[in-house]
């Protein structure tokens, strides 16, 4: 059979295109196959870079929690030396570690903490991922009696304290009165050394169930009027309960239950136990010549720092505002004297990060007006959200960073306000319907003029750092 020459040429076109055609497909099947294997490898090795990543952050994460942990300088000295240059093996199969390197600085509080991360084994490993922070321990590193001691965690007063309204925190006085209907949610150490007992009654709470609290005195003590103790009782002296105490009772001396006494807990006496004849008030264990109890808390106040000062700060009825410094120590505010007016109002700004307001007056201060507190830049010192105004004030906790030192009385009008510690060398006069959050102490008197107020206790850095 004879083929046109025209059809020969299309049959070798033909040929030469699917000569083409295999090999442009082998070229992709290798490239296909070159990168199948490249994904293979791919999924089936782990991604090292991030791994180092996610080790350092653990580690930075890891130290920073270590750090918040403590509550003395010693101990984040302790954790500092165990933590710093030390390599941590998370998993040494996979070649998980971190590394940190951490500083601390005892004169700021400020901690700074950089980790290095390393992910996968031997030649898979990459070079070492960093991650870097700080915190500040405002207070940590001069934890002291002063900051523990249970004296001063509330209102101290070296002579005698009217308690009155409602208050958190402890009660620490020579002579104390609690007046009928008042709250005081912590302890009371009564420092009386004479004859005179310890007084609550008139239907008074002292102490929060689950708390803790206690009532300690050097003397006597007498539970009756409907009162209420929620936390044991320490008395170097007897003990006589004709209401409700939640706890255990410890007496130096007798213990005496009265008709409608309820105790909880178990009787300790040094002396004798004794309920009117017939009665079965109380069915719990009584253990007769115990030894003493221990002597309450208490703290001698340090000696008052005076700044020289010729500045009688008098602010009238106007507006003042006390800027924070991040130096725990400053000293610039100083007056001879404070004085505010009807109407006046004090904004503590403390929008600069890990600020504190220390405040000195060789003489008297007289408060009347409102507190403001500013903790942020995106408010205005005297906007409405950092006017103080009741205990439960959302920046409560930032009292700790204001300290004022009074050379003189300290004295509040009524339904004036107060945010921070106060230490005066005279009596303290809360005003009545007044809002105090911080502590307040003293030498002298406490409240002398009966006033029913409200307080919330926050213990304070400057105290915790600088006194002894």
Not at 20 to 36: D, I, K, P, Y
Not at 157 to 184: E, K, V
Not at 273 to 288: K, N, Q
Not at 368 to 394: L, M, P, W
Request: charged share 10%; with cysteine; proline share 4%.
């Amino acid at each position: 059979m004879n083929i046109p020459p025209k059809a020969l040429r299309q049959r070798g076109s033909i040929l030469v295109y699917l000569a083409l055609a295999l090999v442009l497909f082998g070229a992709f099947a290798m490239a296909g196959a070159s990168r199948f294997g490249a994904s293979i490898v791919g999924v089936s090795l782990p991604n090292c870079a991030t791994q180092a990543r996610y080790m350092s952050e653990a580690g930075m994460r890891y130290a920073l929690a270590r750090l918040r942990a403590c509550t003395t300088e010693a101990e984040v000295n302790a954790a500092v030396a165990q933590m710093n240059g030390v390599t941590f093996t998370v998993d040494a199969a996979k070649g998980l570690t971190f590394t940190p390197a951490v500083s601390y600085s005892s004169g700021t509080g400020l901690a700074t903490v950089a980790s290095s991360g390393r992910g996968c084994p031997g030649a898979l490993s990459v070079p070492a991922s960093t991650a870097a922070s700080s915190v500040n321990l405002p207070g940590i590193n001069t934890a002291s009696e002063a900051s523990t001691s249970e004296a001063l965690k509330g209102t101290y007063s070296g002579t005698s304290a009217i308690a009155a309204g409602s208050m958190t925190g402890n009660l620490t006085t020579s002579s104390a009165r609690i007046s009928g209907g008042t709250s005081i949610g912590g302890s009371v150490n009564y420092l009386e050394t004479g004859p005179t007992c310890l007084q609550i009654g008139g239907g008074a709470m002292v102490g929060t169930v689950g708390n803790s609290n206690y009532v300690c005195s050097e003397t006597c003590v007498v539970v009756g009027g409907g009162a209420t103790v929620n936390g044991n009782i320490y008395a170097q002296g007897d003990v006589n309960v004709s209401s409700k105490v939640n706890g255990d009772i410890y007496s130096g001396g007798d213990v005496h239950l009265s008709w409608g006494a309820e105790v909880s807990g178990n009787i300790y006496a040094h002396g004798t136990f004794s309920t009117p004849p017939y009665s079965s008030l109380y069915a719990g264990t009584v253990t007769t010549g115990y030894a003493k109890p221990n002597h309450c808390a208490t703290y001698t106040l340090p000696a008052h720092t005076t700044v020289p000062s010729n500045i009688k700060l008098n602010i009238g009825s106007n507006t003042y505002t006390f800027i924070g410094s991040t130096d725990l120590s400053d000293k610039t505010n100083a007056f001879s004297s404070i004085t505010t007016g009807g109407g006046s109002k004090i904004c503590f700004d403390l929008s600069l990060p890990d600020s504190y307001i220390n405040i000195f007056s060789k003489g008297s201060m007289t408060i009347n007006g409102d507190i403001y507190v500013r903790t942020s830049t995106t408010s205005q010192c005297f906007d409405g959200e950092n006017k103080v105004t009741n205990v439960n004030f959302a920046k409560y906790a930032y009292a700790k960073r204001v300290y004022m030192d009074v050379g003189g009385t300290v004295s509040f009008n009524g339904g004036s306000n107060w945010f921070g510690t106060i230490y005066a060398a005279d009596n303290i006069y809360p005003g009545s319907g007044g809002v105090y959050i911080g502590a307040f102490y003293t030498n002298k008197a406490y409240n002398p003029g009966s006033s029913w107020s409200t307080s919330r206790f926050v213990p304070s850095d400057y105290v915790a750092k600088y006194w002894p």
